[in-house]
C-alpha cells in the first residue's frame, strides 16, 4: 500500500488541486455573480452550463484519451480550464460565463476520467480499495478546502479567478515530471438508459433524483447563505459544512447499506433529509443552520453511492463498466435540472422555497425506493459498496475489481 502511494503521488497531488479548483471555481461563480448583480435565474442557467458540458464531455474524452493518450489529453484539457477560470475574469456578462462553465464542464470530467483510469491500471486488488479509500479522502477535501477559499475577501475576484487558474496549470507539473508511465486505456462501452432502467428502475431514478439535489447543494446553497443575510465567508461555509458532512457520512451510511436492503437505507436517509429541509423551511431549526444543513447533506450526498452499489449488485462483471458510465449520465441529467430549478425557486420564493424543494426532490426519492421495495425483492448476494463523490468527480466502473 504504501508503494502504492508512493507510486502515485503525483496522481494524488495532481487531483487534489484540480478539486480545490473545481470547488473553488464552482462556489466562487455563485458569490461572485451574487455581488456583481445576477440574479438567481441568471446565476443557475450559467451554472447549468457545467454539467451540460459533463455530458458532452462524457462521450469526447474517451475518445481523446484512446487517441492521444493520458499525459497529451491531460494537459489539454487542464489548459482549456484555466483559460476558462481567466475568461471569467475579464468578462462580466452572463452568456461569456455561461460558455466558460460548459467549457469547464467539458473539460474538469475528461481529467477525472484520466486520473481514475490511470489509478485503477496501478491498483491491483490487494490494496485496491485502501487506495480509492484515500482517493474519496483527497477529492472530498480538495472539493471542501476549494469552497472554503471562495469565501476570502475578494472585492474585484482577481486574486481567486486568479487562484484558480494557478492551481489548474500546477496540477499538470506533478503529472508531467513523475516517472510514473501512463497505463494502457481502451474507451468502456456504453450501457443505454433505458437497458439499464429495466435492470434496476431505483438505480437510473435514484441518480437522476440525487443529482437535482446535489445541484440544489453546490449551486444553490451558497445563495441560500446570501438570502438570508450571511456574508461571503458565511455562505460559503454552509457549503463547506454540507461537503464535509457528506463524505464523513458516506461510510458509516454505506456500511449499513452493505447489511441491509440499500433501497431501505435509501428511503431511511431521503425521509431524515426532507424532514430537516422542512424543519429548516418553517424556521423550527433557523438557530442551527449549521449544523441542520451538514445533516442534510450528509443525508443526501452518499446516495449516488448506493444508486450505483444497487445497480451493480443486479448487474453481471461485464456490465458494471458500460453501467457507471450511464448512472453519470443519469446523475448529470439531473445536476442540469436542478441548477436550472433550485436557484429559480429561491428567487421567486425565497430560503423556505429552496427548502420546501429538497423536501419535495427527497420525498420522491423515499416513494421510489419504498414503491421498489414493495415491488421487487433485494438480491441475495451483494457487492461491497464504493465511495464516490458527487462533487463532479465519478469514479467509473473500472474502478470496480469484479469489472476485471
Not at 449488485?313 to 463498466?321: C, G, N, T, W
Request: charged share 10%; net charge neutral; hydrophobic share 55%.
Amino acid at each position: 500500500m504504501l508503494r502504492a502511494l508512493n507510486d502515485n503521488w503525483a496522481l494524488f497531488l495532481g487531483i487534489l488541486l484540480l478539486m480545490i479548483s473545481n470547488g473553488l471555481l464552482a462556489t466562487l461563480l455563485t458569490i461572485r455573480g451574487a455581488a456583481i448583480g445576477f440574479s438567481e435565474v441568471t446565476i443557475g442557467i450559467m451554472q447549468a452550463g457545467y454539467p451540460f458540458g459533463a455530458l458532452l464531455g462524457a462521450v469526447a474524452a474517451p475518445r481523446l484519451i484512446k487517441k492521444v493518450g493520458h499525459i497529451r489529453s491531460f494537459g489539454a484539457l487542464a489548459s482549456l480550464c484555466s483559460i476558462s477560470a481567466i475568461v471569467h475574469l475579464l468578462t462580466d456578462d452572463p452568456t461569456s460565463w455561461s460558455l466558460m462553465r460548459v467549457l469547464a464542464g467539458f473539460c474538469y470530467p475528461g481529467l477525472y476520467v484520466i486520473s481514475e483510469s490511470w489509478l485503477n491500471a496501478k491498483a491491483e486488488n490487494s490494496y485496491r480499495a485502501s487506495l480509492l479509500s484515500v482517493y474519496f479522502v483527497v477529492i472530498s477535501a480538495g472539493g471542501s478546502v476549494g469552497a472554503a477559499l471562495a469565501g476570502i475577501d475578494d472585492a474585484t475576484g482577481v486574486f481567486l479567478f486568479g487562484l484558480t487558474s494557478i492551481l489548474i496549470s500546477v496540477s499538470l507539473v506533478p503529472i508531467l515530471i513523475s516517472g510514473n508511465r501512463a497505463p494502457n486505456y481502451s474507451a468502456p462501452e456504453r450501457l443505454p438508459i433505458p437497458e439499464l432502467l429495466r435492470i434496476s428502475p431505483m438505480a437510473v431514478i435514484g441518480a437522476i433524483l440525487n443529482g437535482i439535489l446535489v445541484a440544489g447543494i453546490f449551486i444553490a446553497l451558497p445563495l441560500f447563505g446570501l438570502a438570508l443575510g450571511m456574508d461571503a465567508t458565511g455562505a460559503t461555509s454552509l457549503l463547506v459544512v454540507a461537503t464535509l458532512a457528506g463524505a464523513i457520512f458516506q461510510f458509516p451510511i454505506g456500511w449499513l447499506s452493505d447489511r441491509l436492503d440499500r433501497r431501505i437505507v435509501v428511503s431511511g436517509a431521503s425521509a431524515v433529509a426532507a424532514v430537516i429541509a422542512m424543519g429548516l423551511a418553517t424556521d423550527l431549526l433557523n438557530g442551527s443552520v449549521h449544523l441542520s444543513v451538514g445533516l442534510m447533506a450528509g443525508m443526501v450526498l452518499p446516495i449516488y453511492s448506493l444508486c450505483v452499489a444497487h445497480a451493480n449488485d443486479h448487474l453481471s462483471p461485464a456490465q458494471i463498466v458500460p453501467a457507471s458510465g450511464t448512472l453519470v449520465l443519469a446523475l448529470n441529467i439531473g445536476i442540469l435540472v436542478g441548477a436550472l430549478t433550485g436557484p429559480a425557486i429561491l428567487g421567486g420564493i425565497g430560503p423556505p422555497g429552496l427548502m420546501v424543494y429538497f423536501a419535495v426532490v427527497s420525498g420522491l426519492t423515499l416513494f421510489v425506493a419504498i414503491f421498489r421495495v414493495a415491488r421487487k425483492d433485494a438480491p441475495k448476494k451483494t457487492r461491497t459498496i464504493q465511495a464516490l463523490s458527487s462533487q463532479g468527480v465519478q469514479m467509473t466502473g473500472e474502478l470496480h475489481p469484479e469489472a476485471e
